[in-house]
């Protein structure tokens, strides 16, 4: 026992009565212990020893074949009322989920361990941070934690005699998934994930935590929590500013966030700084400027499709102390590979099920959703600020999503409310690449949907409200760097040139480069986005041009218009909590286009 808390008592007495393990086992954080835990679930095959040589302190874990993914039909948010949690969340009477979930978890964890992980999200003791206690019965969770968060006993120092702690309770059960339930109680800062085994159902500081239930504390305590990267530029004179930006899943988030500037940036002495890649909590602070900090403490990244090109800071944070989970594994040399690492697929390599693999079967060997748990201190771009208790400073919030014809390169909001409106409508759009044509549009505001823990109407109330707080706002502007041509060919390079769209975005936040106004918010001067030493063919033989950039920040007033009726029916799905402020910056952008 690391703590005389009475609610921590009390709360993990209740879950062992609850649970029945044969033993229960509080993790204090140390080396040694997380060490002989990492002997232990070697030796019941829980994981495997990578190559020590080539991959020091790297393991690999296998997940259930039924359980590989967030799920979202049976993730709840289980509010007193079916209008607090709102349309876009499935709802649950709390009452009925709690008598569920103990129905299913009850002396689940018969003949096995509980342990108890006490953990941070946020620097401990930061103004910034929140604390939760997650009991679980898998050491691979315990392993995961112990990377993605600051846990252990210093946690509970900084707890002390305080009943503020996030309860999470995790049991593998019989990871049947028909009784696979993640239930969050925003009200009662709970969250209980039954029936699986797969991180982002069981690690319960990130999204459970970090999105769901802080967002409703957010909301009542007056913060933010987003699902947001946080990246610094460092100009040749050693100015940093700070951008977060949010991303719908597949638009490129995680490479935006460790962005390489094109080679004449970093000669000229241009630097980018990764503070977080994946979530940001936003505070107002005393000077009146918001300040976001990563409430993590690791990178929880999508393996396939992650490689030197794509991204070679993420690739490097993972050569040590990383959990890779679902990936090709192969036994003779102890290491690990994945569909686009490189063009060298191991032979003789046991695929993500386990069963031997042939690369040439065209089946992937790797999961799709295959993962590494890596800590961020491992990534070369790490800022120094990263984990300044403070947070650091945003001068812009970009929103950011897939189109194929209708968002420009980059366009900023003509105010905070009309960034909220911006932000609100973000979309990505499937697209049949041979032909053009545009496909399913998927609204995802503030790429929030999937975890905002209450009404999304009262969620952009709380943007609104927040905007009003102070003059000294972050600007506000949305990203596409997805625009195709009729041959179905990305127009703009994307990766390390989107570098050259955050130099004109951090230009306006300063006053330092024009724009033309349009319908939908101001939109940049082609000029003053910089193609020095730009070398990209959007199709052979076809070098990207001044011509193409003006194409590519050209509004088509005719997509807006039918856009706007798509809003129109996705504000009428979330109900009557939309803000009549946004309904009202609907209007007057239509009106805008019409003329």
């Not at 609610?7 to 029945?20: I, R, Y």
């Not at 992650?306 to 090709?328: C, H, Q, W």
């Not at 973000?426 to 545009?438: D, I, L, P, Q, R």
């Not at 102070?470 to 040139?497: A, C, H, Q």
């Amino acid at each position: 026992m690391l703590t005389t808390n009475k609610s921590v008592l009390k709360f993990v007495d209740d879950a062992a009565k609850l649970m029945d393990p044969d033993q229960v086992v509080w993790i204090d954080g140390s080396e040694q212990q997380l060490e002989s835990l990492r002997q232990e679930a070697l030796s019941t095959g829980e994981i495997i020893k990578l190559n020590e040589e080539k991959l020091p302190n790297c393991y690999y874990h296998r997940t259930a074949v039924n359980d590989v993914a967030r799920v979202e039909a049976r993730t709840m948010i289980c509010a007193k009322t079916k209008e607090a949690a709102g349309n876009s969340n499935n709802w649950m009477e709390p009452s009925e989920a709690y008598k569920m979930a103990y129905d299913i978890m009850r002396n689940s964890m018969r003949g096995r361990t509980m342990y108890v992980i006490p953990f941070s999200m946020g620097t401990v003791g930061s103004p910034f941070s929140r604390i939760g206690i997650e009991v679980t019965d898998s050491i691979y969770v315990v392993l995961n934690m112990a990377i993605m968060t600051r846990a252990g006993q210093k946690v509970l120092d900084a707890l002390g005699d305080s009943d503020d702690f996030v309860r999470g309770l995790h049991g593998k059960c019989e990871l049947d998934e028909e009784k696979r339930y993640i239930l969050q109680f925003p009200e009662d800062d709970t969250i209980i994930s039954c029936n699986s085994g797969y991180g982002g159902n069981v690690l319960l500081g990130k999204k459970c935590f970090a999105l769901r239930i802080a967002s409703y504390q957010g909301k009542t305590q007056g913060w933010m929590a987003e699902h947001m990267l946080i990246l610094g530029i460092e100009d040749p004179q050693g100015n940093v500013r700070y951008v977060a930006a949010a991303f719908p899943s597949a638009c490129g988030k995680t490479n935006l966030a460790m962005l390489i500037p094109p080679e004449i940036y970093g000669k000229k002495g241009y630097k980018v700084w990764t503070v977080g890649d994946d979530i940001a909590w936003i505070r107002i602070g005393k000077d009146g400027r918001m300040y976001a900090v990563n409430p993590e403490a690791g990178f929880f990244g999508v393996a396939p499709g992650t490689n030197e090109k794509s991204n070679p800071n993420a690739l490097a944070a993972t050569r040590e102390g990383t959990i890779f989970t679902n990936v090709v594994y192969n036994p003779e040399e102890g290491t690990v590979w994945w569909e686009k690492l490189d063009k060298n697929p191991p032979k003789n390599a046991l695929d993500w099920k386990g069963n031997p693999w042939d690369p040439a079967s065209g089946i992937p060997g790797a999961h799709p959703n295959s993962r590494f748990t890596s800590p961020a201190r491992n990534c070369p771009c790490i800022s120094p600020e990263w984990e300044n208790p403070n947070g650091v400073p945003l001068s812009a919030i970009v929103f950011g999503g897939r189109r194929a014809k209708t968002a420009p390169l980059v366009y900023q909001s003509r105010d905070w409310a009309h960034g909220v409106f911006v932000g609100s409508i973000m979309a990505s759009e499937t697209t049949a690449a041979a032909s053009g044509k545009v496909g399913v549009v998927r609204r995802d505001p503030m790429a929030m949907l999937p975890f905002c823990g209450y009404n999304m109407g009262d969620y952009f109330q709380h943007w609104l409200d927040m905007g009003k707080r102070t003059e000294k706002l972050p600007k506000i502007f949305n990203v596409n760097w997805f625009r195709l041509d009729e041959n179905g060919s990305f127009m703009w390079p994307g990766y390390g040139d989107n570098f050259r769209v955050l130099q004109w975005i951090l230009a306006r936040c300063e006053d330092k480069a024009d724009a033309q106004e349009t319908p939908i918010g101001y939109v940049p001067y082609p000029e003053d986005i910089s193609l020095e030493d730009l070398d990209y063919e959007i199709e052979p033989g076809e070098k990207f041009t001044l011509d193409t950039l003006k194409e590519i920040l050209t509004v088509e007033n005719k997509y807006w218009l039918e856009d706007a009726e798509n809003i129109r029916q996705f504000y009428a799905k979330l109900g009557d909590h939309v803000p009549q402020e946004l309904t009202k910056e609907l209007d007057e952008m239509v009106k805008r286009l019409q003329k």
